[in-house]
């Protein structure tokens, strides 16, 4: 097992990654403070590691919350199942809340911590490759509104995280390849060095390779926790790890969250800012090859979705949380390992771009 | 004017109390941090005081949301209305929203503020003395559910509060009376001498006299800021500003938010406390006579509604947030002036004086 530190003073915690690290109960039970925990979790993960998870809780008030599994979830109607849930069951709050799945799972027991009787305590227990290199850590919580994604949430960090690599195990390949997304997202913002090993590995972590997955794990963890531990609340320098996201939010919500995954959005939205970095000169065209072929080796999206135009993603886009006084910030590369936050471009060229890459350059 | 502070570091914030503030758009504009700004009110509250606030928004892209007016609309449905108007008319992070009304809309708003793209400035604006002297300031924030009172919220504090006596000409009587119970309860909290104050000048207060609504609204606001900046999230003390709040929010739950005002529960709930307190041989009992009068003198219940029972009782307090690991705390007072938070009673005690003093003394 291996131990990576977010820190931020009080609100401090370790991020514990390790293989078969939910076979040991005290390493949940140490962060719980009251007697009480509900396990928050889907109809997908459930069935395979909720057992694991209550009988470490024997000594404990436990409660299980079983929510349906997808990003169409993600919402307030879904949110309120865990209050009533809380309430039926008299939680207090002292409480903890424990999320066992993946980033859906992450983001709503989160925000519900957050927001149940003004707060409890809540861990993070990631179970795909997606909210364990990502959106267990970090405090981001929240749920999608339909016009837009997770435009309602709150920061409030976990009082850990325990990732169990073993996990990914039972994890389907088209989530193993929406992880492997935000992984290769690393490298590409400020880890030229991990983007490199990622292009001589990557048909390890495809093979779901022990090592090479659990290096993946902990290098896109420590890339993370030491950009949030600079900047908790996304006033400056976390923006960066939004790279994609812009235009990634732009089609998940124009798809209406249920076609497309967060990360083969995230990776097609990748592609559209190394376009229109490499359009205003700040990033070299062959640089924007080897991000598609990395992208495209890890079986993920290059394109947008085909019957959405420039018109579309500027309208989602014009209500990103990254809109600063009505002015489009964007993140964009400056090299492989180089992104910066800017809202000073061209609008014309992003136009340009969109114009060329989407459904409007074939219409 | 008078300026009050709520020290809380960087997110103190004062509270302007005065008569035609509302004609003053500068005391609004210096808190607003961006260029866009949403006022929420209500259907009753907007007819009489939106213009003067839009009129002050004069140089902002500003717009308005108007809620149904009533605690029964405090909920998630309406607060989504709120994201529903900020998305649509793209408001972004930098946004401020301006909480004009009473406890319902500042609470409301204080949430959708806290929770909007994770968290966005507001500014209280209340209308009606319950909000001025109470739910206004401190930051606590969030709506009801339908198994429990502010059972879903946060800690947001807003940037500033602004308090224009004169909004109180046109609030009913009933309202003022609701009111009242919350600034009678800062005298028996730990300000013997506003009570006593209170008994002298009552009379006044219900005739509305101007100098004696500017002073009690001025010792209740000073009196709840000491208790915010010493204890902003109730750890410990802040919990003394719930003193016969347990008891009404199970009056509020069990009738369903339609029929008693806030206060009005809030009265009959100080009396249920006040009593409790000399069955356990805390309070004498002519303490407890001068408690009822009072609440009566200004035309609050001091009884609990005519169908609740002891059983009614209990079970709507296991679910309270200050039920600390299954262990319901309650404000109790040693005297007028000196409440104190505590496990240490009887529960039988408790039971006893629910018995007599609710529908199954009569049944």
């Not at 599994?69 to 109607?77: A, P, Q, R, S, V």
């Amino acid at each position: 097992m291996e131990t990576l530190h977010v820190e931020l003073g009080e609100r401090s915690y370790p991020i514990y990654i390790g293989s078969g690290l939910l076979a040991e109960p005290e390493l949940i039970t140490r962060h719980i403070r009251g007697r009480a925990a509900m396990v928050v979790s889907n109809e997908t993960v459930a069935p395979l590691y909720l057992k694991p998870v209550l009988d470490a809780l024997g000594g404990y008030k436990a409660g299980e919350t079983i929510l349906p599994d997808g990003e169409i979830y993600k919402n307030l109607d879904t949110l309120n199942v865990i209050y009533t849930r809380l309430l039926e069951r008299h939680f207090d709050r002292r409480a903890t809340l424990l999320a066992l799945g993946g980033g859906v799972v992450g983001d709503m027991t989160g925000f519900a911590a957050a927001t149940y009787q003004r707060g409890v305590d809540f861990i993070q227990i990631p179970t795909t490759l997606l909210a364990q290199v990502d959106s267990s850590v970090g405090g981001k919580t929240g749920v999608n509104h339909p016009l837009g994604k997770n435009m309602i949430g709150a920061f409030h960090q976990p009082r850990a995280v325990i990732i169990d690599t073993r996990t990914l195990d039972t994890l389907e390949d088209r989530q193993l390849s929406a992880g492997l997304a935000e992984v290769i997202k690393y490298g590409l913002i400020d880890d030229a060095e991990f983007f490199a090993w990622l292009e001589a590995r990557l048909d390890e972590l495809l093979a779901r390779e022990p090592a090479a997955l659990a290096h993946a794990i902990r290098r896109s963890c420590a890339d993370k926790a030491r950009v949030v531990a600079a900047d908790e609340r996304e006033q400056g320098r976390r923006a960066l790890l939004n790279l994609g996201h812009t235009f990634g939010h732009a089609i998940e919500t124009h798809t209406g969250y249920d076609t497309w995954l967060h990360g083969e959005a995230v990776a097609a939205g990748m592609v559209l800012a190394a376009e229109l970095s490499a359009r205003l000169g700040w990033l070299a065209t062959d640089a924007v090859a080897r991000i598609r072929t990395l992208l495209q080796r890890a079986r993920l999206p290059v394109e947008p979705p085909p019957h959405m135009g420039t018109a579309d993603f500027l309208q989602h886009m014009a209500v990103d949380k990254k809109v600063i006084d009505g002015r489009l910030r964007l993140v964009l590369l400056r090299g492989i390992g180089q992104a910066v936050v800017t809202d000073d471009f061209d609008p014309a060229v992003l136009r340009d771009t969109l114009e060329a890459l989407t459904a409007d350059a074939t219409a």
